[in-house]
Nanobody, 115 residues
Framework: QVQLVESGGGLVQPGGSLRLSCQASGFTFSTAAMYWYRQAPGKERERVASIYNTGRPNYADSVKGRFTISRDNAKSTVYLQMNSLKPEDTAVYYC?????????WGQGTQVTVSS
């Protein structure tokens, strides 16, 4: 079945870095558009970054220049490299996939930026 499993979250100090991973299975990863979303307590879920099957990335203005999304089709994995983290980046980060036939959310991974 279609499954997305995120990893790499944790506690980091302001200015630090984390790399999130999302391992996909159950569908043809190379055809999928992949997204990272985040949801902070009391706020709506927001799109952070996306990468299409062509490899073209897009970013929310709030993370441009700090976050980088990438994908490894051979490993069916999408990554989110997060640098210069700020307390306002604290949220649960979710991976999301869309193909012509299906869409799926991962379970989320917590990122906490605090000193």
């Amino acid at each position: 079945q279609v499954q997305l499993v995120e990893s790499g979250g944790g506690l980091v100090q302001p200015g630090g870095s984390l790399r999130l991973s999302c391992q996909a299975s159950g569908f043809t990863f190379s055809t999928a558009a992949m997204y990272w979303y985040r949801q902070a307590p009391g706020k709506e879920r927001e799109r952070v970054a996306s990468i299409y099957n062509t490899g073209r990335p897009n970013y929310a203005d709030s993370v441009k220049g700090r976050f980088t999304i990438s994908r490894d089709n051979a490993k069916s994995t999408v990554y989110l490299q997060m640098n210069s983290l700020k307390p306002e980046d604290t949220a649960v980060y979710y991976c999301y996939s869309i193909t012509p036939s299906t869409s799926r959310w991962g379970q989320g991974t917590q990122v906490t930026v605090s000193s």
